[in-house]
């Protein structure tokens, strides 16, 4: 019964998942048109971001700036076609990508003469995520929630807290699985063939990389922008930008956070109802307790109906950070040449359909629970540590239970 049910639940995600699937079509076959795959393609400049932060107060003209933050990028990060690792700032001390599977990610698709596979990213990825990894693949703006510029560098779904990466075992997580109720397909059969088998873990260093590479060419922007600073490739300024950047990635690992061992009743089913229904209670006190404020977005009954609606970091950083309400489309309009997309508020999740992007298992709902959901509303939860308030472990798994027993069963 419940399985008949389940596939009841799935049909908004698998409705987003085909409509993904039928606009990936429609993109690839844009792409043999306007060449996407070929050798030819070149970074796009982040328009947006210099369009963003020129807007009040300064007179330099926003694609003037980006194209000449792109070209000094292009001399520490390489081209499309030919990537490089800027070892000369680095020196060999920071390691933050493996460049052997960048070099497979990146390129026109196809063997090279050494018969490896090459261009798995713009095989795989390009229709949703753009060759420069903008979020404005060719299907992009049929799609909600729209795919990811990698290049703000922010994550949603981490084992890591906020500010800091994710770290490889996340980005891994997040193709093997795809994410559910998003139009991200999960790669899983990837790495259950033969032939492909390493291509999730190349796709995760080709991620790093462009995620990498979009950070610095952002805050090289801003520094020109904000401070003035000269876009030249001596300014240790601007080396040094490049430093902190790979810096936070080579080390996200040790800022993992671990998850509690979780007690008895999480990974055992209750079969008594009273038992059941005392655990409910107290779940549904700590969502409901004003120190949580789940209510406040994910609404009395966790429909996602709350009282609160906000817009993500993506948008917002062209929008409300540049002056510009949302809300207006004739406000918001005069980015669209710069790329931007029309906003679109960040739903709270609705937990009767049971359809966790970040994964079901009760660990990975822990995670966002406790540690926020990166770039969206969704702030972590105050965790009683050190004499500060907030909730217990055995409280946090509590109410891990009664989000999960949301889920419509009837
Ligand atoms: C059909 C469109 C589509 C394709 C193809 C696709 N993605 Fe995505 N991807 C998305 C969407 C949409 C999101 C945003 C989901 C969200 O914000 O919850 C996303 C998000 C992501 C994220 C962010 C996860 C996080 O924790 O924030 C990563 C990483 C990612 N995709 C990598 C890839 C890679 C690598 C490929 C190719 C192997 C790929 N995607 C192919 C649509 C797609
Ligand atoms: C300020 C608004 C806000 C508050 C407060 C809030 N959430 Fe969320 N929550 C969101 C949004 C928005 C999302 C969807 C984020 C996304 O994936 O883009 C979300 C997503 C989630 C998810 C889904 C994770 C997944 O993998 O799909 C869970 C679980 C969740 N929230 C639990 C909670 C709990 C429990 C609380 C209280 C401790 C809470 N939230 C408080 C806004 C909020």
Redo the contacts with the bound molecule.
Sequence with gaps: MIRSDLGNRQLLPAYHNSVGWLVMLFALCTCAFTGCGNSKATYKPNDLHAASLTREGSDLEPRGVAKAASALVEQWFGSLDAPRWPSEILGGELEAVRMDSVNRCAGPVGRGVDKVERGVYRKHCVSCHGLSGDGLGAAAMLLE?YPRDFRRGTF??KSTPIGKKPTREDIHRTLYEGIP?TAMPSFRALEESKEFADDIDDLVEYVRFLAIRGEVERRIIALHVREGVALDETSEQLREVVRQVVEKWSSASSDQVTVPESPEFIHSPIKNPQEHSELMQKGKS??ESEL???V???GTSGAGD?T?Q?Y?EWTKDWTILAGIDPKHPSDWKEMKPFGALKPVL????N?HWG?????KSPS??FK??VLG?EG????P?ARAQNGNPGLTDQELWE?VYY?MHLEDRS
């Design positions: 929630p949603k779904f109720g700590h969502f949580t404020a789940c406040k977005c994910h709350g609160s906000d993500d960040t739903k709270p999740r937990f359809a966790y992007h970040g994964g990975e709902i966002r629970i959901i969206t509303p969704m702030p939860v109410l989000v």
